[in-house]
């Protein structure tokens, strides 16, 4: 079956900074993935889609990568701000198909300090 | 405009005893979600619903839930016989269609915990 992997350590950087943030998943190779922003007591927020024929995204301070021959996708906060605090959980449709079941990964907690 | 809404937003419950966590969806959108959050945790599917079809129940992970999605609006997530590994929160999403790329707006969750 697939699996989704994020740090599940905490990511601290200094407001400013360029905060990195990784998903790694075997076993398929999806369609598009997703990331999403989760604060706490909160849902998740969707924040990015990028597709298996796009190497990157971005949104704002915002930058998505996928490379498909890795099985990898980077999550990019430039100029991070201490409101960037949240924990962000990257998404994947299933290998079984019915794609609206999203998969999830148990996602990154980033602290941006000032 | 108003998004999705979870009731209650806190449970605490007796091992043995029903629960049941209701979604209010965003008006207007055709599909619901089911997901399950235990801490540390990725959310889980649970159960799927769009428009008048058959629900994709796949995600069940007992025959002690069920779900039911009345009139295509407010859902039901019913929980029998509750037990402590069902401690969890539970996430109910909605999105305007079915399509495998659109956005799943979610609540903020039914905190379930089991004594």
């Known amino acids: 079956s697939q699996k989704i992997e994020q740090n599940s350590e905490a990511l601290n950087i200094q407001e400013g900074k360029t905060a990195t943030l990784t998903c790694n998943y075997t076993?398929?190779?999806?369609?598009?993935l997703q990331w999403y922003r989760q604060d706490p007591g909160r849902g998740p927020v969707f924040l990015l889609l990028?597709?298996?024929?796009?190497k990157e995204k971005r949104k704002e301070r915002l930058k998505v990568t996928f490379d498909t021959t890795l099985k990898q996708s980077l999550f990019h906060i430039t100029a991070s701000q201490p409101a960037d605090s949240a924990t962000y959980l990257c998404?994947?449709?299933?290998?079984?198909?019915?794609?609206?079941?999203?998969?999830f990964g148990a996602g990154t907690r980033l602290a941006v300090h000032p | 405009g108003a998004g999705v809404s979870q009731s209650p937003s806190n449970k605490v419950t007796e091992k043995g005893k029903d629960v049941e966590l209701r979604c209010d969806p965003i008006s207007g959108h055709t599909a619901l979600y089911w997901y399950r959050q235990s801490l540390g945790q990725g959310l889980e599917f649970l159960i799927y619903f769009q428009g008048n079809s058959a629900p994709d129940k796949s995600g069940l992970p007992s025959d002690r839930f069920s779900a039911e999605r009345t009139g295509g609006s407010v859902s039901t997530l019913t929980i029998q016989r509750t037990q402590q590994e069902d401690s969890a929160v539970y996430l109910c999403a909605s999105s305007r269609g079915g399509g495998d790329t659109d956005t799943q707006y979610f609540g903020p969750g039914t905190r379930l915990t089991v004594l």
């Open positions: 998404a994947l449709p299933p290998l079984s198909g019915g794609y609206n079941k999203l998969i």
């Open positions: 990028i597709r298996e024929n796009e």
């Open positions: 076993n398929y190779s999806p369609a598009y």
